[in-house]
């Protein structure tokens, strides 16, 4: 990248120090710093052609990356979420409460003796950013020898693959020339836990690829075809969520999502819930609501709600994450498609 390009952004730096922050609280910041480098696309190799899309990228990671120092400096939930609502921007928020949840769940593996932090922070000051937590969670199985199963199983049936979802997307941003040129998936993971990781994965091309709906597909139509829907599907929920693209490169990305633009739809939906409930709004969410849907934001929070009422009790046929996700395709196929599913 030109050195021009890599002036051209701003990112929202949370601050080093900040009153009341203990010396563990220092201690644990400096041993478990992350670089800002480390999340910005030229440092990754993704291949992003518009400085502005460049610029959004960037900032994206930044803010992730304050929201887990900031988590590492104060573990205290309460403290914790009013510094982040207090030094980080409406529409960012979400990335910055994902990044804390990341830092926190990393202290709780790694303290046997306190492992309640993440709980006390996501049923606690960060419930309405209760997605993002569940994804933060899900890049400790990236950074720790966890044992996966048991820690998905104690999770609410709502948000327990979005911990996948966060794995998958952590390899396809930090490691893309294995999880997506060479399409590996962790030997550890099977059946349904395949299926959240590729739809993090899919996210994760949004960066990777630089939001070119062109570069995308060509992505996604390399890997298997038992793995492209779920790819769709978290390109729908990073177009949506993450933005930052113009309505012609949205209707593009319907176009050629093809059969799978249902899937590409129900991601679409489930980032319209977690902005909504967090009152995290962008006009990017909303352009992307109108685009793929027809639908405002809220609408589409609200249906998506609707539509996680009352799930499957019984998982033995399929989760009821599954269940949920079928349910808002099978509306995307009545209301804008036209047909039955």
């Known amino acids: 990248m030109h050195e021009s390009r890599r002036a051209s952004f701003e990112v929202p730096v949370l601050a080093g120090t900040r009153e009341g ?18 999340t910005l696309p030229s440092r990754r190799g993704f291949a992003v052609e518009d400085a502005a899309t460049e ?12 929201g887990y120092h900031a988590a590492m400096a104060e573990t205290a939930a309460e403290p914790l979420a009013r510094h982040l609502d207090a030094t980080v921007a409406v529409g960012w928020r979400g990335f910055a409460f994902e990044g804390a949840a990341f830092g926190l769940a990393i202290l709780d593996a790694l303290t046997p003796w306190s492992r309640s932090r993440f709980d ?23 950074r720790l020898p966890r044992r996966i199963p048991p820690i998905v ?16 997307f952590h390899q396809g941003f930090f490691a893309w020339p ?5 399409q590996e998936v962790p030997r550890r993971l099977s059946g349904y836990a395949r299926r959240g990781f590729d739809q993090g994965l899919g996210r994760s091309l949004w960066f990777v690829r630089g939001g070119r709906p062109g570069a995308i597909a060509t992505a996604i139509g390399a890997f298997a075809p038992e793995r492209q829907a779920d790819l769709w599907s978290g390109i729908g929920l990073a177009a949506t969520y993450a933005g930052g693209v113009p309505e012609a490169d949205l209707v593009q990305l319907g176009e050629l999502a093809g059969n799978h633009r249902p899937h590409l739809a129900q991601g679409a939906a489930f980032a319209a819930e977690a902005r909504v409930l967090a009152a995290d709004p962008t006009p990017e969410l909303d352009l992307a609501c109108r ?51």
């Open 21 to 38: 922050v203990s010396w563990i609280g220092r201690l644990r910041r400096r041993l478990f710093a992350i670089s800002s480098e480390e």
């Open 55 to 66: 610029a959004r990228l960037a900032r994206v990671g930044a803010t992730f990356l304050a």
């Open 120 to 142: 006390r922070f996501v049923s606690g000051p960060a419930a309405h950013h209760v997605y993002l937590a569940y994804v933060g969670l899900g890049w400790t199985f990236a």
């Open 153 to 168: 199983a104690g999770i609410d049936p709502h948000y327990r693959w979005l911990t996948l979802d966060g794995y998958g």
């Open 178 to 182: 294995a999880a997506v040129t060479r």
């Open 291 to 341: 685009t793929i849907w027809g639908r405002s934001p809220a609408q589409l929070a609200e249906m998506t709600r609707e539509f996680g009422r009352d799930l499957p009790a019984d998982e033995s046929a399929r989760p009821a994450f599954e269940a949920w996700r079928e349910r808002i395709r099978s509306e995307f196929y009545r209301s804008v498609e036209g047909s039955p599913l």
